[in-house]
């Protein structure tokens, strides 16, 4: 059986995504990129922006961000020449990739 044809759905989007990182509309996706680097804004601290969660949830999410920072400073490196909208579209491809890995 080919996962990549067979996702299963979330109550946000239609598919188990990044939208837990990302948001799962465009306007939430502006509300969390920083704008610099490709990378997610964070609060103090390298934590997730303010906004009171499960604390379940909010493990799961400071993980992703981190993740998603992580994996744009390394291409931010190995690619100089990238945009800021270059970076974070190939980190959230990679993101989106690993969370598709691990759930399916």
Excluded: C
């Excluded at 948001?23 to 990378?39: C, F, H, K, P, Y």
Aim: positive net charge; glycine residues 6%.
């Amino acid at each position: 059986m080919n996962t990549k044809h067979n996702k299963k759905l979330n109550q946000l989007t239609h598919w188990i995504d990044g939208s837990t990182v990302y948001g799962s509309t465009i306007e939430e996706q502006r509300a969390v990129i920083s704008g610099r680097n490709g990378l997610l804004k964070t609060s103090r601290g390298n934590m997730l922006l303010i906004n009171p969660e499960q604390p379940g949830l909010t493990t799961i999410h400071k993980l992703w961000l981190r993740e998603h920072n992580r994996i744009a400073r390394e291409l931010q490196q190995l690619n100089p020449q990238w945009s800021d909208e270059e970076v974070f579209q190939e980190t959230r491809r990679i993101v989106g990739e690993m969370k598709d890995n691990i759930f399916f």
